[in-house]
C-alpha cells in the first residue's frame, strides 16, 4: 500500500508509542494543518462535527475512557473524516508532558469535572498552573476555549486566566458556540445555562 493512502485509512485511536516522549504530530495526520486539541472529548459530538466544518484543520481529542473513545472512533467513521485523531490519556498527563511545544492553533476544554467540594478543587483541570502550560503549547496568538455549567469554576477560570500577563480575553466565535457537545445538550435540556470564555495567548 501506498504510504500516503495508508496514512488516510490510518485509525481514529492512536495508540500512544509512549507516555514518557512528546507526540510526534506528523505521525499522527496525514497532511500538515493548524492543530486543534479537545482536552476531554466525551462522545465526539462536538469534536466530530467541527472537524467536519474545518477540513483545513487537524483534530486531537483526549479522552481517559475507553468506552467514550471508540464512540469518537465510530462517529468520525462514520463521517469519512481523515483529519480527526484521538487517544487515550489524562487530559492533563498530555498537556504537561505529551504535546509538544507551540503544536496547537486551540485547546478547546468543555465540562470538565468541577470537582465541587472544596478539598477536592486541586484536582481541577484547570487551575493555576494551567495558562503557563496552555500558553507552551499553543502556537502564537493560539486560543483558549472553555464552557462550564458551574459558576464556580468558571469563577476559577476566569480568575487564573485573568490574573497573568500570558494571555487576554478574546469572545467565542458564535460558529464555534454553536457546536454543542453531548454534556451541553443535557444541561439544554433542563435548562442549565452554558457559561462561555475565551483567551487568546500574548506572544513573549
Same mark, same amino acid.
Not at 486566566?161 to 444541561?187: M, Q, Y
Given at each position: 500500500?501506498?504510504?500516503?493512502?495508508?496514512?488516510?485509512?490510518?485509525?481514529?485511536?492512536?495508540?500512544?508509542?509512549?507516555?514518557?516522549?512528546?507526540?510526534?504530530?506528523?505521525?499522527?495526520?496525514?497532511?500538515?494543518?493548524?492543530?486543534? =486539541? !479537545?482536552?476531554?472529548? #466525551?462522545?465526539?459530538?462536538?469534536?466530530?462535527?467541527? $472537524? /467536519? *466544518?474545518?477540513?483545513?484543520? %487537524?483534530?486531537?481529542? =483526549? !479522552?481517559?475512557?475507553? #468506552?467514550?473513545?471508540?464512540?469518537?472512533?465510530?462517529? $468520525? /467513521? *462514520?463521517?469519512?473524516?481523515? %483529519?480527526?485523531?484521538? =487517544?487515550?490519556?489524562?487530559?492533563?498527563?498530555?498537556?504537561?508532558?505529551?504535546?509538544? $511545544?507551540?503544536?496547537?492553533?486551540?485547546?478547546?476544554?468543555?465540562?470538565?469535572?468541577?470537582?465541587?467540594?472544596?478539598?477536592?478543587?486541586?484536582?481541577?483541570?484547570?487551575?493555576?498552573?494551567?495558562?503557563?502550560?496552555?500558553?507552551?503549547?499553543?502556537?502564537?496568538?493560539?486560543?483558549?476555549?472553555?464552557?462550564?455549567?458551574?459558576?464556580?469554576?468558571?469563577?476559577?477560570?476566569?480568575?487564573?486566566?485573568?490574573?497573568?500577563?500570558?494571555?487576554?480575553?478574546?469572545?467565542?466565535?458564535?460558529?464555534?458556540?454553536?457546536?454543542?457537545?453531548?454534556?451541553?445538550?443535557?444541561?439544554?435540556?433542563?435548562?442549565?445555562?452554558?457559561?462561555?470564555?475565551?483567551?487568546?495567548?500574548?506572544?513573549?
Amino acid at each position: 500500500m501506498h504510504p500516503d493512502l495508508a496514512r488516510v485509512n490510518a485509525p481514529i485511536i492512536y495508540e500512544l508509542p509512549s507516555i514518557l516522549d512528546r507526540l510526534e504530530m506528523p505521525r499522527l495526520f496525514n497532511l500538515p494543518k493548524p492543530c486543534e =486539541v !479537545e482536552l476531554g472529548s #466525551g462522545d465526539g459530538s462536538f469534536l466530530v462535527e467541527y $472537524a /467536519q *466544518r474545518h477540513p483545513d484543520h %487537524n483534530f486531537l481529542g =483526549v !479522552e481517559r475512557l475507553l #468506552g467514550r473513545l471508540r464512540k469518537v472512533e465510530r462517529k $468520525a /467513521q *462514520r463521517a469519512g473524516l481523515t %483529519n480527526l485523531r484521538a =487517544v487515550r490519556i489524562e487530559a492533563s498527563y498530555l498537556l504537561q508532558y505529551l504535546l509538544p $511545544a507551540h503544536c496547537a492553533c486551540a485547546l478547546h476544554i468543555y465540562f470538565p469535572d468541577p470537582w465541587p467540594k472544596r478539598k477536592h478543587r486541586r484536582h481541577r483541570l484547570v487551575n493555576s498552573s494551567f495558562p503557563a502550560l496552555a500558553h507552551e503549547r499553543l502556537a502564537e496568538r493560539g486560543k483558549v476555549f472553555l464552557r462550564t455549567d458551574d459558576a464556580d469554576y468558571f469563577e476559577q477560570m476566569c480568575a487564573v486566566f485573568g490574573a497573568g500577563s500570558l494571555f487576554r480575553p478574546v469572545d467565542t466565535p458564535s460558529e464555534l458556540a454553536g457546536v454543542i457537545t453531548d454534556f451541553e445538550s443535557g444541561f439544554q435540556a433542563r435548562g442549565i445555562e452554558t457559561l462561555h470564555a475565551g483567551y487568546e495567548s500574548i506572544p513573549g
